[in-house]
């Protein structure tokens, strides 16, 4: 017979899951849309002045990349912890395939990172809201893979927390509205 809580199966092979946003988003005023549009143009018209203005193109690709993801909140999913790996996103990684994991801070969220064996080495970015869920993920995949409190930064990470120190902080205002 099979177990039912809700009309809703239960897997046995599932430790612990959480919800969470498929990536870190903070929700941005128009200013700094103003701010991807000036450098972008001060970007162009360098290029144009050089004479490649074929590289304008891609210029105005991540102007566009950059506009979609700040005004398009994520979708939330279900990240789910088994007894074998990780599923997320419709994608499974078993812990034979894993190497070790790390936390670390995005905007108002947790991010786990989840870093394979080689010869791959790709990197698993997972969001984490609460800070007991953090306890919890550490404490459960301690047991399979090997936690860093102090990871290692690639160029990459490094170049990519570089330009996130560069973006404009501005405080979202609401409009009140008074009666």
Do not use: C
């Not at 419709?90 to 969220?109: A, I, V």
């Amino acid at each position: 017979m099979i177990d039912q809580v809700d009309d809703k199966l239960i897997n046995p092979q599932v430790i612990f899951s959480w919800r969470a946003p498929i990536r870190a988003y903070k929700k941005r005023s128009a200013g700094v849309l103003r701010f991807y549009i000036a450098v972008a143009l001060l970007l162009s018209l360098i290029v144009i002045f050089f004479g490649d203005k074929i590289l304008v193109l891609p210029i105005i690709a991540v102007v566009f990349l950059f506009y979609v993801l700040t005004i398009t909140p994520p979708p939330t999913i279900t990240n789910t912890v088994t007894k074998f790996g990780i599923e997320t996103a419709g994608n499974t990684y078993r812990f034979e395939h894993l190497s070790h994991f790390y936390f670390s801070k995005k905007f108002d969220y947790y991010m786990l990172v989840i870093v394979s064996r080689a010869p791959y080495l790709y990197h698993i970015y997972l969001v984490v809201k609460e800070e007991e869920t953090v306890q919890k993920l550490i404490r459960l995949l301690s047991e399979h893979l090997i936690y860093q409190e102090h990871p290692h930064k690639t160029i990459t990470d490094k170049l990519t927390d570089f330009l996130t120190r560069l973006m404009p902080e501005e405080p979202i205002t609401k409009d009140v509205v008074e009666v």
